[in-house]
């Protein structure tokens, strides 16, 4: 297990009883300048957005609406100048993961004098920066970014797709299960595979010995491979909401990543799909998870794959490569049980004169070809594109 | 899964590198005056205390060693004292559970005029005080005190042990593994049985439906049963040590036990043996463990039970009571690998003439009757006590 720290402050607020009672006052803690920054008319049409601003009654309320899927440096942008004219105290992001990451940049960008593109470009000049406190009510099980630092921001003029760190994690979420029981089939399934791949991410990691957090992972995964389709087929079910809401949380709080080496693969590959076509980001992954599944067993990696089976998808037998096959396997069905786009083609990619380029910026950006759990070379994220235009071949 | 808030501010730093770096400045940012809290001569046997001392430099250093296991209420008055008369700005804890929760009592005692004992029988008058911030270095794999509100303290006069929450925890934790490789073999096991019983505590509850905190839960199981035999044979055993050490503290801050009703069983039953017999705590739960699980065993609990054999203890099989049967063997026969002491003769208690006050008190102080995953009165508390008299039977 490699050395590590922790320190998250964010205050959860979990389940139904939450909301009503307690945004006022946690946002009024604060001060009265609240910039409300959410997305687009789903909003209005749940009936959240006039709950909301009942429940905020006298706070002076400033707001930045339209942040959209893979949210832009425009919106940033936008929402820097509303804090810095409006003297906010507060942002409170009503929205899913692109809301809360966008809220998170802003909340350090309303301290900053240059462009807040240098904030996603050098995330090291944001620790320096004061950062307005954010809270969120979050209406979408997938990111995790309700309790990390971390936000992923696009400027389509580029194009390009970046992460970046602050220095606090938001103050208070609020997290209620119920308020995702309007997503979506094909978002919830997308939602679901961005868990996945969080936890499939921080699984196959190079660090050894590390059970405390592999075994948590293990648990995660069952937990939404067990709830996501419930959640499809029945909206209303607390439970598949609650649990995946809690797990997308605990997936990306950085909890079950700590004492690892902790380099990404898939997400830096899909950040190119959906930077260079504005795909959903889970569907992305979904898409790429078992094609980069079957580059990465070898035999090196044969025993953690073959773990993987037995622990998270109940695989017995003596054959550890027959093991990982079938986990892999199993992945890609669960995957396509939810995901109806399993394919490039079925996301409106039809033609592979990019990938070339994607792969270029991939394994640049996310040292692909020296950190990865198995090595990605410009080549070989070629040919996991290439592999993702057709139906899965095992 | 139920309802649940969660916000836990302790940073926590990990591993070999941080204490010689790190320590000094993070007492300094609270001030000058440090209270240091400690146990007995082991501190200054394994030459901790010496390099402790060396790092606190220029800091005005105020010493309260002599914390015992079972912590004493005289030591929380005699702490009391020291930090009013030495206007101390932060306690540093070294050492286990026992020191860190006299030192998180002591942190409120600061602020309070009374007897400290008003504070742990009436825990609610803690969360109106101030409270010192303590910082800890862990010393021994077990209560995850470094982590959580808790504390347990004892009047050996009366004789009563009562747990008491306070607003914070720790400000930040040191957790080194190497800092217990001189942990003796039987306070090893003792740490591991304690772990594995918070685990248990947990895990069978009526919350139902929450698989985020039960699969967590299996995962840190698993991860305690592999692990603890091989840092009770080979102390310097790194990942032993390390993976023990963060399984203790991810066990019991909170965050398993979140979404859940979180009543317990065992260490209200232990409480009493050991605030009577002033045994080894862990221990305690070691011996009491196997014949709760023996008596809790029944219809209704048979599917946890049975859920408990696969996803911990890798039994298979259709029949679920003898799943759960085997469960409760492995579990008893882990214990018994690592613990010499697995009957209450086996640490002194040879005669049965408290059982009955015992179990009047634990029932009454645990709620065990009306609260307990299976209710527990006192004639099935007596039964409980009386069946740890003997060599487990199946």
Same mark, same amino acid.
């Given at each position: 297990?490699?050395?590590?720290? *922790?320190?998250?402050?964010?205050?959860?607020?979990?389940?139904?009883?939450?909301?009503?009672?307690?945004?006022?006052?946690?946002?009024?803690?604060?001060?009265?300048?609240?910039?409300?920054?959410?997305?687009?008319?789903?909003?209005?049409?749940?009936?959240?957005?006039?709950?909301?601003?009942?429940?905020?009654?006298?706070?002076?309320?400033?707001?930045?609406?339209?942040?959209?899927?893979?949210?832009?440096?425009?919106?940033?942008?936008?929402?820097?100048?509303?804090?810095?004219?409006?003297?906010?105290?507060?942002?409170?992001?009503?929205?899913?993961?692109?809301?809360?990451?966008?809220?998170?940049?802003?909340?350090?960008?309303?301290?900053?004098?240059?462009?807040?593109?240098?904030?996603?470009?050098?995330?090291?000049?944001?620790?320096?920066?004061?950062?307005?406190?954010?809270?969120?009510?979050?209406?979408?099980?997938?990111?995790?970014?309700?309790?990390?630092?971390?936000?992923?921001?696009?400027?389509?003029?580029?194009?390009?797709?970046?992460?970046?760190?602050?220095?606090?994690?938001?103050?208070?979420?609020?997290?209620?299960?119920?308020?995702?029981?309007?997503?979506?089939?094909?978002?919830?399934?997308?939602?679901?595979?961005?868990? *996945?791949?969080?936890?499939?991410?921080?699984?196959?990691?190079?660090?050894?010995?590390?059970?405390?957090?592999?075994?948590?992972?293990?648990?995660?995964?069952?937990?939404?491979?067990?709830?996501?389709?419930?959640?499809?087929?029945?909206?209303?079910?607390?439970?598949?909401?609650?649990?995946?809401?809690?797990?997308?949380?605990?997936?990306?709080?950085?909890?079950?990543?700590?004492?690892?080496?902790?380099?990404?693969?898939?997400?830096?590959?899909?950040?190119?799909?959906?930077?260079?076509?504005?795909?959903?980001?889970?569907?992305?992954?979904?898409?790429?998870?078992?094609?980069?599944?079957? *580059?990465?067993?070898?035999?090196?990696?044969?025993?953690? *794959?073959?773990?993987?089976?037995?622990?998270?998808?109940?695989?017995?037998?003596?054959?550890?490569?027959?093991?990982?096959?079938?986990?892999?396997?199993?992945?890609?069905?669960?995957?396509?049980?939810?995901?109806?786009?399993?394919?490039?083609?079925?996301?409106?990619?039809?033609?592979?004169?990019?990938?070339?380029?994607?792969?270029?910026?991939?394994?640049?950006?996310?040292?692909?070809?020296?950190?990865?759990?198995?090595?990605?070379?410009?080549?070989?994220?070629?040919?996991?594109?290439?592999?993702?235009?057709?139906?899965?071949?095992?």
């Amino acid at each position: 297990m490699l050395d590590f720290t *922790f320190h998250n402050q964010t205050d959860i607020r979990f389940g139904r009883g939450h909301i009503d009672n307690e945004l006022y006052d946690v946002l009024h803690q604060y001060g009265t300048n609240v910039l409300l920054v959410y997305g687009g008319h789903s909003l209005k049409q749940t009936g959240l957005y006039d709950r909301v601003l009942g429940l905020l009654k006298d706070l002076n309320v400033t707001e930045l609406p339209g942040i959209e899927p893979n949210p832009k440096i425009s919106s940033i942008r936008e929402g820097q100048k509303l804090a810095k004219d409006h003297q906010i105290d507060v942002i409170l992001a009503v929205g899913g993961g692109s809301v809360i990451d966008a809220a998170k940049v802003i909340a350090s960008a309303a301290y900053y004098k240059g462009d807040p593109w240098d904030l996603v470009i050098s995330p090291a000049k944001r620790q320096d920066l004061a950062q307005l406190p954010v809270v969120d009510i979050l209406t979408l099980a997938a990111t995790g970014s309700e309790m990390n630092f971390g936000s992923v921001i696009s400027d389509p003029t580029i194009p390009q797709k970046k992460g970046t760190q602050g220095p606090n994690s938001p103050a208070v979420s609020f997290l209620d299960p119920t308020l995702t029981y309007t997503v979506p089939t094909r978002q919830t399934a997308a939602g679901a595979s961005d868990i *996945f791949s969080h936890l499939c991410e921080q699984y196959f990691d190079t660090a050894e010995n590390n059970d405390v957090s592999k075994s948590m992972i293990e648990g995660l995964m069952r937990t939404v491979i067990k709830w996501a389709p419930i959640a499809v087929k029945e909206p209303e079910n607390y439970d598949a909401r609650a649990n995946l809401m809690w797990a997308a949380t605990m997936a990306l709080n950085g909890i079950v990543g700590l004492g690892t080496v902790n380099h990404w693969t898939v997400h830096p590959l899909e950040h190119e799909l959906s930077a260079q076509y504005d795909i959903t980001h889970g569907i992305g992954l979904a898409i790429l998870t078992p094609r980069w599944m079957k *580059f990465a067993l070898n035999e090196e990696s044969k025993p953690l *794959f073959a773990r993987f089976a037995r622990a998270v998808w109940d695989q017995y037998g003596y054959d550890d490569m027959e093991l990982a096959e079938n986990s892999i396997r199993r992945t890609h069905d669960w995957l396509k049980s939810l995901n109806s786009e399993m394919t490039l083609p079925d996301v409106g990619i039809t033609d592979d004169s990019k990938f070339a380029d994607m792969a270029k910026a991939a394994v640049a950006g996310g040292s692909l070809d020296t950190n990865a759990y198995v090595p990605v070379t410009e080549q070989d994220a070629i040919q996991i594109y290439r592999d993702s235009m057709h139906d899965f071949a095992e």
